[in-house]
């Protein structure tokens, strides 16, 4: 059973990231889990307003373990330990909000972003379920330097994957790897899969089909770019006219978890097992035409 406790680390121990290489890489695929950190600092959870198990409702929780497979199967696998509540990878650096902080903040962040302005920019100011973090204001040189620390690291590490496996293939395509809450009420009913390319702009409409077929082939109902079309990972990163390609998957946490106490269900091993046989589909396909 799982406890609804975050687990204590005082960063930068255990590292910001584990990146799972496999012995040899048999396609252009790279696969990230930016979100389903959930090492909290002891002095982040002292400063924050929030139980042990509300801290954690932005989590994508135990995203890494169900494509723990990749890797295996031949593509590397770089996973945030950093919770998102902590240093929110899938930000640009400096997405700040002016209200969270004790002084002036520098004039290049970006205040003004809409993620800022619902409390979920690089520092969240709520949770996912919009209760406030932090008891009181904090310092900017605390985001400085959990962007320093988190941010950056990540992303130096997922840029050297793309470049390294660009060199190898002559094109990358990222598989974006998140979870979502429930969303009651949607027309026609929710979504277990949301498939995300920016509306087109991210990704090849013919890889992005490749694995919407591998979805449907197991049953799951597929939506694309709603209500997630993809962050700052899928709008950076995905150029494909630079023959990089990324597109994020967002899975119904009803598929595998509690998402009130934060716990796996044991149909967890069922989407475990869906999305291996995924992966290991995917790394059989031809993916020269990413090249451009």
Not at 100 to 125: E, K, Y
Not at 195 to 217: F, I, K, N
Not at 226 to 243: I, K, L, N, Q, S
């Amino acid at each position: 059973m799982d406890l609804p406790m975050p687990r204590h680390a005082e960063l930068p121990q255990p590292g910001p990231y584990q990146l799972h290489r496999p012995a040899y890489q048999r396609a252009p695929l790279v696969f990230a889990s930016p979100h389903s950190g959930r090492d909290y600092p002891a002095a982040f959870l002292a400063e924050s307003r929030l139980d042990a198990l509300a801290v954690r409702r932005s989590e994508d929780s135990f995203v890494d373990e169900i494509y723990a497979a990749a890797p295996t199967l031949g593509a590397p696998l770089l996973a945030a330990t950093f919770p998102r509540v902590y240093c929110d990878a899938n930000r640009e650096p400096w997405e700040l909000d002016p209200a969270m902080f004790d002084g002036p903040l520098p004039a290049w962040v970006n205040s003004a972003s809409p993620r800022v302005g619902a409390g979920l920019g690089t520092i969240a100011r709520v949770v996912a379920s919009g209760e406030p973090v932090y008891r009181r204001r904090i310092p900017f040189r605390e985001a400085e330097d959990r962007v320093q620390r988190c941010w950056q690291p990540y992303h130096a590490a997922l840029g050297s994957l793309i470049a390294e496996t660009k060199a190898e293939f002559g094109c990358c395509l990222v598989i974006d790897c998140h979870s979502m809450p429930a969303h009651p009420g949607q027309p026609g009913g929710s979504p277990d899969m949301v498939l995300g390319d920016a509306h087109g702009t991210a990704c090849a409409p013919r890889a992005v089909r490749r694995v919407e077929e591998q979805l449907w082939s197991m049953g799951y109902r597929v939506r694309r770019n709603d209500p997630y079309a993809g962050g700052y990972v899928t709008r950076h990163y995905g150029r494909p006219r630079e023959a990089v390609h990324v597109l994020q998957i967002e899975m119904a946490r009803s598929l595998y978890m509690n998402e009130a106490s934060i716990e796996r269900l044991p149909r967890m091993a069922t989407l475990q097992r869906d999305v291996t046989a995924m992966i290991a589909a995917l790394m059989a396909m031809d993916w020269d035409f990413l090249r451009g």
